[in-house]
């Protein structure tokens, strides 16, 4: 599967971004989706992560409550809705994807095997 992540950009602290990923080459919906971020100095993290059918949701300590993960099998596109932006969520962000099944672990990093290109978010304080 291929992915192509966009809708990064600069925005102030306290502002709203929505990430999209546009997958293509597989079929979309047999694959858990998940989005890290990677800042500059530091190890890639996992944020948020979506189960293939839509209906588990991962998301990490440090975004909970202020982004939300999403799907829409029939657009092959995963999003990410991020408000309250704060500069620490200064990086760049990458979609991944991983076999799905009903017994997946979202929250594991390594399981995450096809990866787009990121796409920079800028939090201005």
């Known amino acids: 599967v291929q992915l192509q992540a966009s809708g990064g950009g600069l925005v102030q602290a306290g502002g709203s971004l929505r990430l999209s990923c546009a997958a293509s080459g597989r079929t979309f919906s047999n694959y858990d989706m998940g989005w890290f971020r990677q800042a500059p100095g530091k190890e890639r993290d996992l944020a948020a992560a979506i189960s293939w059918t839509g209906n588990r949701k991962y998301y990490a300590d440090f975004v909970k409550g202020r982004f939300t993960i999403s799907r829409d099998n029939g657009k092959n596109t995963v999003y990410l809705q991020m408000n309250s932006l704060k500069p620490e969520d200064t990086a760049v962000y990458y979609c991944?994807?991983?076999?799905?099944?009903?017994?997946?672990?979202?929250?594991?990093?390594?399981?995450?095997?096809?990866w787009g290109q990121g796409t920079q978010v800028t939090v201005s304080s």
């Open positions: 991944a994807a991983g076999p799905g099944s009903s017994r997946s672990i979202l929250s594991s990093p390594l399981r995450y095997e096809h």
